[in-house]
């Protein structure tokens, strides 16, 4: 009972394989062997059920050898998928002392084996240690504390940002207003680049209108709207996206009275501004009494709500009922000069033009916190509604609220242009979940209205390189010599503090040996995104830095199970997380991949996702379009293409397998094209492990140096 106590405690169990291991376990024979199987393969299983439900568990290493017989005879069918060693060539001779020895050839072969197996089992016991997890945690809080934008930073954290912050091609293009809408997946920095632009420069904005999405309540919104008089109304005489697109309006012109309002009260209006003040000042104490609230601005834009509604109204009961004119009088009625009117009061409107016409600088209007709490309402739609048409109807209710913003946007910054003192002050940096925009484009029926006017907030390898170089500076408070390049530099931080690690890793595939330079190879299991490289490099510097402290080596196998352990993390926390409230059954469509090769022809991709459908939460329908399953899949960064001859050539595509990520979405020009048929597709490395795909007969992939990170910055910036 004590042993088999043990089995639960340890950081490792290795199972030797023979025909009589396996032989006692499937017969389960009397004594110890079946049982002490039973707990080993009962503690993993448990563990690598909590990894796939994204839950804590403890790390527990799973090492079979192979010793004796063949794979058919010694190994049990639940190892049949996982990687075993192959010791069966492993031989002790008695030396003349008649002891038992290992001869140097012996160990020269198994040298290689043997230091995996030590690197599985010190890895573990690092991230079972105390000291593991206070540095892992002490790094964690460092390396993601100014990810999230925060309002209310105080001005040593705006210095932090300052010193950390990247500015890339994405941020330049918002900076100078070349685009506005920000589309990028979770972990891009989205918030950060809303947060420097309203900071780096206190003279350019007057005020900040922050739009945290996740602080409006849609569930409160829906109810009011849902009301069978006002859903009829907009149904068959408006619509929705009108309604929001006036609430919106209404908004901004509340947030930037209540900006004048804060300008006031510092002294900072000149005295004819102040003049006009009173009217906007009496209009907050009789209608908006909460303006120093922390939840004012969603307050705001339900009362913005209200009053389209009310508007509407409006309209309606002054329309003539005879039905040759009630639809041309609703109309002309609905007009957006004089819905502010009606909102606000005519004396407001005049003084607030007043005060705006001789104000020079200008307003940012941000859009942030795609988070938890807005999530809620997806969620509560797919719990509760899944299997009715009020699922669509909630979902393209969200989709409208953010549709009807972006519309109005663009028509300030395009059609209004000029016309208007408010508008032209106007800047606007809206940064939207990658999710969310594919659905507003997906239901967009003109959405070539959106081109040139939103930055996919892509990150080049170049640029995640200085991004960690950049947090590991102000970490350590050291700074690298700038004579000198991006991953020498990187490279130097990296060496001032942490000199036990690897330069580089060795890996092999399909019984072939690579080599990659530490970043690169941590690169290579990530989306390309700023969070996912600081989730590698938060634990192999931890684990570093905790046997440092214990004086054991650590090993390029050492990385290599680092990263095998966070890959799990990064799917489970970072993909599946992000997608589900999108794609309801996202994890049925990976996990049907399981065992599958990792590089597949057009026809063994097409039989795998034929036998699985899309279920989007905006569409009532499921996709069963093989090309839209495809573009879906390519652009979420699960799939890629392995690249010929022939589409290397046409589409001038630098890597051997070109993901969205790293060659954005010139290879999905092939789609309409007969190289389509022909094509083979790439599944991500980072998903090897988690659904154990076959690399057996293939070439590494997503094998790249720094000279291609290096020619993809300078076509870039070419662009």
């Known amino acids: 009972k004590e042993f088999m106590k043990k089995l639960y405690e340890v950081d490792a169990s290795m199972i030797i394989m023979t025909p009589s291991y396996k032989r006692k376990v499937v017969n389960r024979t009397k004594g110890g062997v079946y049982t002490e199987y039973k707990y080993i393969y009962e503690r993993y299983s448990e563990m690598e059920k909590k990894k796939k439900d994204g839950l804590q568990y403890d790390d527990f290493a799973l090492i079979p050898i192979l010793f004796s017989g063949t794979p058919e005879s010694s190994v049990l069918d639940e190892f049949a998928n996982l990687k075993y060693a192959d010791f069966r060539n492993f031989k002790a001779i008695r030396d003349k002392r008649d002891e038992l020895i290992v001869p140097d050839s012996i160990k020269t072969q198994f040298k290689p084996e043997m230091k995996k197996i030590l690197a599985e089992i010190m890895t573990v016991n690092s991230h079972n240690s105390p000291i593991y997890k206070k540095h892992y945690e002490e790094l964690f809080k460092f390396l993601f504390t100014d990810t999230k934008a925060d309002w209310q930073t105080t001005s040593s954290n705006i210095q932090t940002i300052k010193e950390i912050f990247v500015k890339t091609y994405p941020y330049k293009k918002a900076e100078t207003q070349s685009g506005y809408f920000l589309i990028g997946r979770k972990g891009t920095g989205k918030s950060t680049v809303a947060m420097f632009m309203a900071n780096q420069d206190v003279n350019k904005y007057k005020g900040v209108i922050p739009i945290i999405a996740n602080d409006f309540n849609l569930e409160l919104l829906y109810g009011f709207f849902s009301s069978d008089g006002i859903k009829s109304d907009i149904k068959h005489i408006f619509k929705i996206q009108n309604v929001f697109k006036f609430s919106w309006l209404l908004f901004l012109y509340i947030c930037t009275l209540d900006i004048l309002i804060k300008e006031y009260e510092g002294k900072r209006l000149n005295p004819y501004q102040e003049s006009q003040i009173h009217p906007i000042n009496k209009f907050f104490l009789q209608k908006l009494p909460y303006r120093h609230s922390d939840k004012k601005l969603s307050a705001f834009f339900e009362y913005s709500f209200k009053k389209s509604v009310d508007f509407i109204n409006l309209c309606i009961q002054e329309a003539r009922p005879d039905e040759d004119v009630f639809f041309s009088d609703i109309t002309a009625c609905f007009d957006l000069k004089q819905f502010l009117i009606k909102s606000l009061s005519e004396e407001i409107v005049n003084a607030f033009n007043e005060i705006i016409g001789v104000c020079r600088r200008r307003i940012l209007v941000a859009l942030d916190g795609f988070d938890t709490a807005f999530d809620e309402f997806r969620r509560t739609s797919i719990q509760q509604y899944y299997s009715s048409n009020l699922l669509e109807e909630r979902s393209r209710f969200e989709i409208e609220w953010i549709r009807a913003l972006l519309h109005l946007v663009m028509e300030i910054k395009h059609d209004y242009r000029g ?301």
Request: with cysteine; charged share 25%; net charge neutral.
């Open 419 to 719: 016309a208007n003192t408010f508008y032209n002050l106007l800047d606007f940096c809206l940064t939207i979940p990658k999710d969310r925009f594919l659905e507003i484009m997906d239901t967009e029926r003109d959405s070539y209205i959106y081109h040139n006017r939103y930055i996919e907030l892509n990150w080049s390898g170049l640029e995640l390189a200085i991004l960690l170089r950049k947090r590991l500076e102000v970490l350590i408070t050291y700074k690298t010599d700038k004579k000198l390049n991006v991953e020498e530099r990187l490279s130097q931080v990296i060496e001032k503090n942490y000199t036990n690690i690897p330069k580089v890793s060795y890996i092999s595939v399909g019984g072939k040996a690579y080599h990659m330079p530490l970043f690169l190879y941590a690169l290579r299991h990530t989306f390309w995104r700023p969070r996912d490289i600081l989730f590698y490099f938060a634990r192999i510097l931890a684990v570093a830095k905790d046997m440092q402290e214990r004086k054991h080596e650590m090993t390029g196998d050492v990385v290599r199970r680092i990263i095998k352990y966070t890959t799990i993390h990064v799917i489970n926390s970072e993909f599946i997380n992000e997608f589900k409230s999108t794609v309801t059954n996202i994890k049925e469509i990976i996990n049907a991949f399981t065992g599958c090769k990792q590089i597949l022809s057009y026809n063994e991709f097409q039989v795998i996702l034929s036998g699985v459908h899309f279920k989007f939460s905006h569409k009532t329908d499921e996709v069963k379009d093989f090309k839209s399953k495809v573009i879906f899949l390519y652009e979420i960064g699960f799939l890629g293409f392995d690249v010929n001859e022939e589409m290397k050539n046409r589409y001038s595509i630098e890597c051997k397998q070109a993901f969205s990520f790293n060659e954005g979405e010139i290879p999905l020009r092939i789609i309409d094209t007969p190289l389509f048929d022909k094509c083979s597709f790439v599944i991500h490395p980072i998903f090897c492990e988690y659904l154990q795909l076959d690399t057996s007969n293939q070439d590494i992939t997503l094998y790249f140096d720094w000279g291609y990170l290096r020619k993809m910055e300078s076509l870039l910036f070419a662009i």
